[in-house]
């Protein structure tokens, strides 16, 4: 029994042996394989870091070239903006500047500032440049000799003579005129129109007064009126009692023409026309005075024509006559024959000589 035990525990014993050994050789065999692919799997992960690293750089380079363009593209784009906004900046400046200087001639201009003038002889200034040559009117013409004031500008017409032409524009009665028609009160809306209405009556009488004196000037004045409102409310504005216009009221009374920026501009036009009209009869005049002239020259130029051809058929005539007697003369020259021989010599005796008596 004890040797079967042995037995038993010896065949165990070797059983474990070779298990051991069988262990012991797979465990060598696992470890060189394990190591063969731990080179291996070093070597495949060497070569993966070196492609992830050129990768890695390729990649980094181009986001670095990337970058440095888009750099200098942002740097560009930021330097042609800030340029940009500069020029804008100064553009605006310079109209800023511009628009303070158009406010202060404005400002000078509405405040009645006599260097620079009135609104209402600015507007007037400005048609007549437009519509007249500098030679055709003449500003601030002092027309009567003893009166102090001159008319802002007088239109020359033919022969020298002159149409004073003064403006008016009454800012002040104009704002209430706005204010009471706000107000919708009837009795402030005629008041200030009735204002309005005397104050243009007395602008009138002072240009009747002051720049009409006929042969110097036309029998008549201008009144400008610069705006087309104002103008309008002239030409609505009738006396309450009589109903008369106050347009031929000014006419009647003082010989005075109102006129609006539209009327005058007609009126001037009107008289440019007439300047080429008068020029086109000086010249036509000019021209038939010189035929004239060239019809008295041609008249006493055939004179000299028939004279001559008179003289001329007399000459020929005499010519003609001439040749008749020299062709006469010719025949008889031709009829005349040489003459014979006659013996001329002397008889010996003297006797036979005869005396001539």
Do not use: W
Request: proline share 4%.
């Amino acid at each position: 029994m004890e040797n079967e035990i042995f037995l038993i525990l010896n065949i165990i014993t070797i059983a474990l042996l070779f298990i051991l050994v069988f262990i012991g050789i797979k465990y060598l065999n696992d470890k060189k394989t394990s190591e063969v692919l731990k080179k291996e799997r070093d070597g495949n992960e060497s070569e993966k870091f070196e492609d992830l690293k050129r990768t890695v750089s390729e990649k980094l380079e181009n986001v670095s070239n990337s970058y440095n363009t888009f750099s200098n593209k942002i740097t560009k784009d930021m330097t042609d903006s800030f340029t940009r906004y500069e020029k804008d900046v100064k553009n605006f400046n310079e109209k800023v500047q511009n628009m303070n200087e158009v406010q202060s001639n404005l400002t000078k201009i509405f405040s009645n500032v006599k260097k620079f003038g009135t609104a209402a002889e600015f507007s007037l200034a400005s048609l007549l440049k437009d519509l007249l040559s500098p030679s055709q009117y003449v500003p601030n013409a002092k027309i009567k000799s003893e009166s102090q004031g001159t008319v802002e500008f007088a239109i020359k017409l033919p022969k020298n003579i002159l149409v004073a032409v003064d403006s008016f524009f009454p800012a002040a009665i104009l704002e209430r005129i706005k204010d009471a028609d706000e107000t919708d009160d009837k009795k402030v809306i005629a008041k200030s129109r009735q204002d309005l209405a005397d104050a243009v009556d007395i602008k009138a009488a002072a240009i009747n007064e002051k720049y009409i004196e006929p042969p110097k000037t036309t029998p008549f004045g201008i009144l400008y009126l610069p705006t087309e409102s104002l103008f309008f409310e002239v030409c609505n504005h009738r006396h309450i009692k009589t109903k008369e216009p106050l347009l031929q009221t000014l006419q009647r009374k003082y010989s005075i023409m109102v006129l609006g920026p539209t009327t005058l501009s007609v009126f001037l036009q009107s008289l440019h026309m007439g300047f080429d009209t008068l020029q086109v009869q000086v010249r036509s005049k000019k021209i038939y005075e010189d035929l004239q002239k060239l019809r008295f020259s041609f008249a006493n130029h055939m004179k000299v024509i028939e004279d001559i051809y008179k003289y001329t058929n007399l000459s020929l005539k005499k010519i003609e006559e001439a040749g008749k007697s020299g062709r006469s003369i010719t025949n008889v020259l031709e009829n005349v024959q040489e003459p014979e021989a006659i013996d001329i010599t002397p008889d010996k005796s003297p006797n036979n000589l005869k005396v001539l008596k």
